[in-house]
């Protein structure tokens, strides 16, 4: 059975940053391209970040270009996005997602899902 299980969520202050995790179980994660993408309060889910399965290539969503940067540890079947100089606009529930597909910014070619993790950016 595949789970992704995201943690590092929480409350931070605007400008601060956090580092979420995403650890894989169940599949070869060596093989499996992944994402990250969020889901603002009442808005639609968006894309965030991607990062290919041997981190040969990465791509990030203008919006969070320079402040938020992902990385991955294949041998420890982990994901990262290190977060930084947060805004209230990056308030939403974080979701790590795996695929095999080169189609990478569209949601729906994501196999695996995690249930999410909260980031809140208030003061």
């Known amino acids: 059975q595949v789970q992704l299980v995201e943690s590092g969520g929480g409350l931070v202050q605007p400008g601060g940053s956090l580092r979420l995790s995403c650890v894989a179980s169940g599949l070869t994660f060596s093989d499996y391209h992944m994402a990250w993408f969020r889901q603002p309060p009442g808005k639609e889910r968006e894309f965030v970040a991607w990062i290919t399965h041997r981190s040969d290539s990465k791509y990030y969503h203008d919006s969070v270009k320079g402040r938020f940067t992902t990385s991955r540890d294949n041998d420890i079947n982990t994901l990262y996005l290190q977060m930084s100089n947060l805004t209230p606009d990056d308030t939403a529930i974080y979701y790590c997602?795996?695929?095999?597909?080169?189609?990478?910014?569209?949601?729906?070619?994501?196999?695996?899902w995690g249930r999410g993790t909260q980031v809140t950016v208030s003061s």
């Open positions: 997602a795996a695929t095999r597909s080169s189609f990478l910014l569209d949601s729906s070619n994501y196999n695996y």
